[in-house]
């Protein structure tokens, strides 16, 4: 089983072995590219770019597929989350066609690889369903229909639905597809080290100083590379796409169904946050994933509960056998509906992005590996101006507001607090954590399964904020800008780069 970055187990990583970097690193440490991170966003980008004649080396700083990789549901689509209707508004009738036209453009991507490559993924074409369950969505759905079409995009009016669920109207958008995400980034890593490329697990990136290259200091020893790109799902640090991507939270399931009538196709429905249902091959077994009930990171305070809804939501419609695994994974929503894929705002033209993905990943992840291979070969694409992350404008006092709150004071060193009294703070149940204040000072405590308690400041590391405890993964989850820690501080995922400080506790002597 492969480690990902929450406490309970996804589909994708309970059925595979950690990835083993076969090329190992020389004393040539110069890259062309450097790509930081290991899901499939990063080593679908470095594969285009080792195979268009660049060096390249992947620096990850956990295992490949250690975040949103291995908790996606793996939908691959072009009927998107954010609707047409949306991009429409916001960019206009003949950029919505080319944001059509970039995600064909992704599922024909994967295509391709797994036909090059000879992929066993349980790749599987199919369409998707949107439904609509009363006037309101209804009225919706038509907008929805006619802005799709008007995209490009095939959609048919729908008289059946894959799901035992009832509706008053659906549409259904061929070309859709689906497949096991852990299986296809393996096989794409294997070919880009055949093809002389080099990953470095394990690797966490601590900072990167541009100068004439790009000199990247890592907990691995430094490396240097012309151009770097952060396939990190946000960036880390302090930048201006922090203020304009929004962290989520998403909830899953994969169970066995009694009847083994599972759908083939996708399906969703048109409540804000959205239900979505599918049907994978695992090892030759299916599994019917359901998943939804969405929230800002850090803003649920039982999270436990979201799976505890989603459940019941899935036993409403569906007889379950058996509920095989129950995960939650994080994405970050763009504020403007599109994902931001170029050069890093604020940084020289060596340091390059690709985030914002909401819902899409798996499609969007392709989509950046496409644009960022045509800007850094100097190639010319309608896409490139599409997803600029500059089309964000720099707000009043932002670089002031940078250098402020780089660096987080460290509140508590040198302080000590009486074991005994946290012990007496912590009326938490074995697994629970919370949030506490003792002698004017906020402790995150958290009780693990053998009564120990562990204690750090709340305080996330990278821009301040007070973080909540996350009881379905076991997580520290900072509510601002997504940055989640281990249950005694350390990072797991990103913006932040530091852990979060261990508090001192003494123990009281009797004299």
Known sequence: ??????????????????????????????????????????????????????????????????????????????????????????????????????TNAAINLIKENISRYKIDCAFKDASAYL??????????????????SQAGIAVHSAGNIPVPISFKQAIQVPGQAKFNPVQYVY???????NAGGVIVQHCRVNGINENETADIETTQGNFRAERVVYATHIPPGVNL???RCAPY?????????????????????????YHYYRTQMVDNEPYFIAGGYDHKTGHEEN????????????????????????????????????????????????VYVATGFGGNGMTYSQVSALVLKSILLNQDSP??????????KPVAGFKNFITHNAEVAKDFLGKYFSREKLHELAELAPGEG???????????????????????????????????????????????????????????????????????????VEK
């Open 383 to 392: 896409y490139i101006s599409l997803f600029d992350p500059n089309r964000l």
């Open 1 to 102: 089983m492969i480690k990902r970055d929450g406490n309970r187990v996804s589909l994708w990583q309970a059925n595979i072995a950690p990835y083993e970097s076969r090329n190992t690193i020389n004393n040539n440490r110069y890259f062309d590219i450097a790509v930081i991170g290991g899901g499939i966003t990063g080593i679908t980008t470095a594969l285009l770019l080792q195979e268009a004649g660049k060096n390249c080396v992947v620096l990850e700083a956990a295992s490949l597929c250690f975040g949103t990789t291995g908790g996606t549901t793996a939908h691959i689509n072009t009927l998107l989350d954010t609707p047409y209707t949306t991009i429409s508004k916001n960019f206009g009738d003949e950029n919505a066609k080319l944001v059509a036209q970039a």
């Open 434 to 508: 919370k949030v506490v204040t003792y002698e004017s000072e906020k402790i995150a405590l958290h009780k693990d399964e053998n009564g120990e308690i562990h204690a750090i400041s709340p305080t996330c590391t990278h821009l301040k904020c007070s973080v909540a405890w996350n009881n379905a993964e076991q997580s520290w989850d900072c509510p601002c800008h997504g940055a989640r820690y281990s249950h005694d501080g350390e990072v797991l995922t990103g913006p932040a780069t530091a852990d979060l400080e261990k508090i001192n506790m003494e123990e009281l």
């Open 303 to 350: 999270t436990q509960k979201c799976l505890m809804e989603l459940e019941a939501h899935v036993r409403r419609y569906f007889d379950i056998k058996k509920i095989a695994y129950q995960w939650s994974s994080q994405y970050f929503e763009s504020a403007d509906g599109l994902p931001y894929i170029g050069k890093l705002p604020g940084h020289t033209d060596l």
């Open 187 to 193: 096989a794409l890593a294997e070919a880009f080290e």
């Open 249 to 273: 939270r998403s909830y899953a399931m994969a169970v066995k169904l009694n009847n083994d009538t599972y759908p083939e196709n996708l399906c969703y429905d048109m409540y804000d946050p």
């Open 131 to 148: 439904f609509a369950q009363d006037e309101k969505q209804a009225e919706e759905l038509g907008r929805i229909r006619s802005a799709t």
């Open 241 to 243: 796409i922090h203020l």
